[in-house]
């Protein structure tokens, strides 16, 4: 293992502490509010959202509409593709920044259509780092994987321990994958994503202030997102790495 390699995993492994600790006093505090507010909203409400969301990302992430990135030369290091994939995040938390601005002046109506729009910035930049990592997203199982790395990163403190438990050792579980997304959680998944969201990005429907904060809430979420599949992928790169070093070619 070179240095840069055990320089991101040791990066991977305070990464993992912070996502495997306790919830906070705050935390628990948001989500029983939140728990609360969710109570009072008709459950037909709740599947027609559901349903929405499911059509969204299902639409996205199975359909011929996001087709795969071009996958870099297999002989590119580790250390050139993470260079241009923070870049491609940085380039995408600008693109996210913009959109938030303009529909945050808008008020509601134009606020709640970046609701699609922030959905598919995110995983168009998912697309695309997959494919700087040199994997090929036009696999199923492999868009299965992005689909958890967003449910990872937009989820309560509790939700994001589940998704990781299910993403560590991926690559061993590729043959126990369904072959489509039907048996997928959605109501689970669009109800931690819709919650974070909220909680997040609440005061872009204020007039005045909801351009400011939309750019910087936007920025921020797509900036977390790039970080969370920097270490999902880093965490199937360094497992890879390890299990050919226990098993040497002789």
């Known amino acids: 293992m070179n240095k840069y390699q055990q320089q991101i995993e040791l990066e991977l492994h305070f990464w993992k502490l ?3 600790k306790k919830p906070s006093l705050m935390g628990n ?8 507010i969710n109570s009072y909203i008709p459950q037909k409400v709740h599947k027609a959202i559901t349903a929405t969301i499911k059509q969204m990302v299902k639409a996205v992430l199975f359909g011929s509409e996001l087709t795969s990135s071009d996958m870099p030369p297999e002989e590119m290091s580790l250390m050139h593709r993470e260079a241009l994939i923070k870049s491609k995040i940085e380039n995408y938390c600008k693109t996210g920044a913009a959109e938030g601005g303009i529909t945050g002046a808008g008020g509601f109506l ?7 729009i922030l959905i598919g910035i995110k995983l168009k930049l998912l697309y695309e780092i997959a494919a700087l990592y040199g994997y090929n997203t036009s696999d199923f199982r492999e868009r299965l994987y992005i689909l958890h790395i967003f449910q990872l990163t937009f989820s309560s403190q509790i939700g994001s ?8 050792k991926w690559d061993e579980k590729l043959f126990l994958l369904p072959e489509n997304g039907d048996g997928f959680d ?3 998944f669009q109800q931690e994503y819709r919650d974070y969201i909220d909680l997040a990005k609440l005061a ?18 797509i900036k977390k997102l790039g ?3 920097m270490m999902c992928y880093r965490m199937r790169k360094l497992d890879i790495d390890q299990r050919i070093d226990l098993n040497p070619k002789k």
């Open 161 to 168: 321990q589940k998704t990781l438990a299910q993403i560590e």
């Open 204 to 221: 872009q429907l204020i007039p005045v202030v909801g351009a400011a904060v939309g750019a910087v809430a936007n920025y921020q979420l």
């Open 110 to 116: 134009m606020s709640m259509a970046d609701f699609p």
């Open 29 to 36: 505090i948001a989500t029983k509010f939140q728990t609360k």
């Open 227 to 229: 970080k969370t599949a």
């Open 186 to 188: 959605w109501q689970t």
């Open 18 to 20: 912070e996502v495997m």
